[in-house]
Nanobody, 125 residues
């Protein structure tokens, strides 16, 4: 089993930056697909970004150019650097991990194996 713990959320103003971290324990996740979803109040959980074991990244269109996902295999951790934050980025952010190879990244949160408990990001206007 893999346990994922997110940190780094908070309350910021529009235009500010935050860096989220997701630390994995229980297994080494260097070969795993790692990523982030978010869920705003009253909305479904939506894909944000993912990073493959080879470092290749994927983003949803609304965060391209503003967010950057990365991983540090030595620390068993993935990060989400969020810049130029907007009020519409307000959500609970969840990290995920998956052992399988995905030829195409799924935007369905039920597809992935392991999840963190989430961290709240609130962006005020």
């Amino acid at each position: 089993q893999v346990q994922l713990v997110e940190s780094g959320g908070g309350l910021v103003q529009a235009g500010d930056s935050l860096r989220l971290s997701c630390a994995a324990s229980g297994r080494t996740v260097s070969s795993y697909l790692l990523g982030w979803f978010r869920q705003a109040p009253g909305k479904e959980r939506e894909f944000v970004a993912a990073v493959r074991s080879n470092g290749f990244t994927h983003y949803t269109d609304s965060v391209k150019g503003r967010f950057a996902i990365s991983r540090d295999n030595a620390k068993n951790t993935t990060y989400l650097q969020m810049n130029s934050l907007k009020p519409e980025d307000t959500a609970v952010y969840y990290c995920f991990a998956d052992t399988r190879y995905w030829s195409t990244i799924s935007f369905n949160p039920r597809a992935y194996e392991y999840w963190g408990q989430g961290t709240q990001v609130t962006v005020s206007s």
